[in-house]
């Protein structure tokens, strides 16, 4: 057998698969920053720019942003998300499209687009993002997200009297 000093496990060369855009990308080492994620996607071609803006996924569904310079842990299976910074990105908030300029947003934001774009809500309603599975999660007015085409809001009146 083996002395337990020779054998190696997953993860023992101190690299860490994550996926970057739904593609499995490798990292060299758990600690990084916004940058280094991008360029070692961009590296094993993920077809992304050093501008694009990276959010990464959270365990309640929402994607927050990572600046540049933003020292991170990363771990095996995390998910991260580029998205060209000043692109239009087209959403839906309660079932109609809206278009967004940009990947960065606030919960306000959206729903300032959203009544702009003329969808049938007000800007104090309660803003969530779908999930899937009937799932939502909420995002506050002032709390910034990483958007990306398709995903679902959904926005009602605030029914709290107290």
Same mark, same amino acid.
Request: charged content about 35%; overall charge negative.
């Given at each position: 057998?083996?002395?337990?000093?020779?054998?190696?496990?997953?993860?023992?060369?101190?690299?860490?698969?994550?996926?970057?855009?739904?593609?499995?990308?490798?990292?060299? $080492?758990?600690?990084?920053?916004? &940058?280094?994620?991008?360029?070692?996607? #961009?590296?094993? $071609?993920?077809? #992304?720019?050093?501008?694009?803006?990276?959010?990464?996924?959270?365990?309640?569904?929402?994607?927050?942003?990572?600046?540049?310079?933003?020292? #991170?842990?990363?771990?095996?299976?995390?998910?991260?998300?580029?998205?060209?910074?000043?692109?239009?990105?087209?959403?839906?908030?309660?079932?109609?499209?809206?278009?967004?300029?940009?990947?960065?947003?606030? $919960?306000?934001?959206?729903?300032?687009? &959203?009544?702009?774009?003329?969808?049938?809500?007000?800007?104090?309603?309660?803003?969530?993002?779908?999930?899937?599975?009937?799932?939502?999660?909420? #995002?506050?007015?002032?709390?910034?997200?990483?958007?990306?085409? $398709?995903?679902?809001?959904? &926005?009602?009146?605030?029914?709290?009297?107290?």
């Amino acid at each position: 057998m083996a002395d337990s000093a020779e054998v190696k496990r997953v993860g023992d060369d101190g690299k860490v698969e994550v996926v970057v855009n739904d593609k499995p990308e490798v990292l060299e $080492g758990a600690e990084q920053t916004g &940058a280094s994620v991008k360029k070692a996607a #961009i590296r094993q $071609g993920v077809k #992304i720019g050093d501008d694009f803006v990276l959010g990464v996924e959270l365990p309640d569904g929402k994607t927050k942003p990572v600046a540049d310079d933003e020292k #991170i842990a990363v771990h095996a299976g995390e998910r991260f998300v580029a998205v060209e910074k000043n692109a239009k990105v087209e959403v839906s908030v309660n079932d109609k499209p809206v278009v967004l300029e940009g990947a960065e947003q606030t $919960g306000a934001r959206v729903k300032k687009v &959203a009544v702009e774009q003329n969808v049938s809500i007000k800007e104090d309603f309660v803003l969530s993002i779908e999930l899937g599975g009937g799932k939502t999660t909420l #995002i506050g007015d002032d709390e910034v997200i990483v958007v990306s085409a $398709g995903e679902r809001f959904l &926005a009602i009146e605030n029914d709290d009297n107290s």
